[in-house]
């Protein structure tokens, strides 16, 4: 099946620039699936924070508009998350995921990451 690994986490002031990634056990998630980013801030709900769909379009939360960029890297089977001009708004525990839940798959399902943590102060 699936297995995302999140790297990239860490510390940084406001105004700073972070890059995650988030490496594919296979390409499977890449070329079937929709993948993204979701973080979780203590207290609130874990939300989208940008997603490639399987089709290729790219969806981006408001909040990250401008400041975030997904890209992926099909001969890695990595994905990456550019993140600048962070704010304390941005701090959260940050999930990479594959949706696996549409059209004909071999392994159906949503799969996470471990995690990574951000932290900007």
């Known amino acids: 099946h699936v297995q995302l690994v999140e790297s990239g986490g860490g510390s940084v002031q406001p105004g700073g620039s972070l890059t995650l990634s988030c490496a594919a056990s296979?390409?499977?998630?890449?070329?079937?699936?929709?993948v993204g980013w979701y973080r979780q801030a203590p207290g609130k709900e874990r939300e989208l924070v940008s997603i490639?769909?399987?089709?290729?379009?790219?969806r981006y939360a408001d909040s990250v508009k401008g400041r975030f960029t997904i890209t992926e890297d099909h001969a890695k089977n990595i994905l990456n998350l550019q993140m600048k001009d962070m704010t304390t708004e941005d701090t959260a525990l940050y999930y990479c995921?594959?949706?696996?839940?549409?059209?004909?798959?071999?392994?159906?399902?949503?799969?996470w990451g471990q995690g990574t943590q951000v932290t900007v102060s």
């Open positions: 995921a594959a949706d696996c839940t549409s059209g004909p798959q071999i392994w159906p399902g949503f799969y």
């Open positions: 296979s390409g499977y998630a890449f070329s079937s699936c929709g």
């Open positions: 490639i769909h399987n089709n290729g379009s790219q």
